[in-house]
């Protein structure tokens, strides 16, 4: 079960906020699961925003075909960190639709989920109102898939396949939500407490 969501833009609107994610990546090569954490910040950027001006004249495209996207940044780790490594970053995506709905088009990247050079995929909303995000790179290819199962909850999915073949699944429950804190504050999880950037 999912929210109902009219298009892709209000789904990255309603992903704004800060998350705690909790993940497992199967390694298909090792055949092994690996856990991980972090902490992701979503923020809008409106349309005319000149970040996403840039990221249109980086891929080529028309600004005025935007209709919003936004920043991500995340920090967080896996069981097979070694001593100082480190996951965090930021990216910033632009939307173009292409459907008079907007639950199909262009997504616009200036750093890539499986690869960091500058990348162009392709967004469309499923029957379930989940959101599906395919990207070919130069050496490999990403799907990803996200869905509400609540406002304050998300579940995300993705497979890489190339020269790393991983699989992976994500909940991710929103920090500010008044549930998770008062599940912190009547000491719950460790992870569902929210943690400053």
């Known amino acids: 079960m999912s929210l109902p969501i009219a298009d892709a833009l209000s789904f990255f609107q309603l992903s704004c906020?800060?998350?705690?994610?909790q993940r497992?990546?199967?390694h298909l090569l090792h055949r092994r699961a690996e856990a991980g954490g972090s902490l992701i910040?979503?923020?809008e950027l409106e349309r005319g925003d000149e970040r996403l001006r840039a990221i249109a004249a980086l891929h080529g495209q028309d600004p005025s075909g935007l209709v919003g996207g936004c920043r991500v940044r995340w920090s967080g780790s896996m069981a097979w960190d070694k001593a100082g490594e480190a996951h965090e970053g930021e990216s910033l995506f632009?939307?173009?639709?292409t459907d008079e709905r907007g639950r199909a088009g262009l997504l616009l990247r200036d750093r890539g989920y499986a690869e960091t050079a500058p990348?162009?995929?392709h967004f469309r909303m499923d029957e379930r109102d989940g959101l599906l995000l395919t990207t070919?790179?130069?050496t490999m290819s990403s799907w990803e898939r996200f869905a509400f199962a609540g406002p304050n909850v998300r579940l995300r999915s993705s497979t890489v396949e190339g020269l790393s073949n991983t699989a992976s699944f994500c909940i991710e429950i929103r920090c500010d939500a008044p549930e998770t804190e008062s599940a912190a504050a009547s000491g719950g999880p460790e992870w569902l407490s929210p943690l400053g950037w």
């Open 17 to 21: 906020g800060r998350w705690r994610s």
């Open 41 to 43: 910040v979503v923020e």
């Open 24 to 26: 497992s990546s199967h």
């Open 119 to 121: 990348v162009a995929g």
């Open 136 to 138: 070919d790179y130069e």
């Open 94 to 97: 632009g939307l173009i639709p």
